[in-house]
């Protein structure tokens, strides 16, 4: 027979898996998909021209602005001192003007499926990414 205290402990473990953040598990592929609305304005090819914004190849895992320093869309990201990781990703997809303000970027994703594809595809494309 299992104690109320066993069921206590139970329950805290499957708040817990419950609680785990959607970007936990992103597709590559969906997320190829999805970044193809971004491509208006990014590129993702190592050594890829910037567009409108930068390039995001290689962007998992760096520090904001740095991927294209100097660059018009690159100051504020800088002085932002983040650091780009699925927590920092996550939040800046969402609402990048909100969360970084005076960045130029207004398009954002409104899916939390759509946000943890996309950080998958941009972790494929980060060489030394976990």
Known sequence: MTSAAGWGSVATVVLALAAQP???EGDVGQGEKVFNRCKV?????????????PNLFGVYGNPAGTNEPGSLHSGKLEE??????D?????FLAAPSGFISG???TFRLTREDD????????KANS???Q
């Open 127 to 129: 060489p030394g990414a």
């Open 22 to 24: 959607a970007w936990a």
């Open 80 to 85: 932002s001192g983040i650091v780009w990781d």
């Open 103 to 105: 960045v130029r970027m």
């Open 87 to 91: 927590a920092t990703l996550t939040e």
């Open 115 to 122: 946000i943890a594809n996309v950080i998958a595809y941009l």
């Open 41 to 53: 304005c990014h590129t993702i090819e190592q050594g890829g021209a910037p567009k409108q914004g």
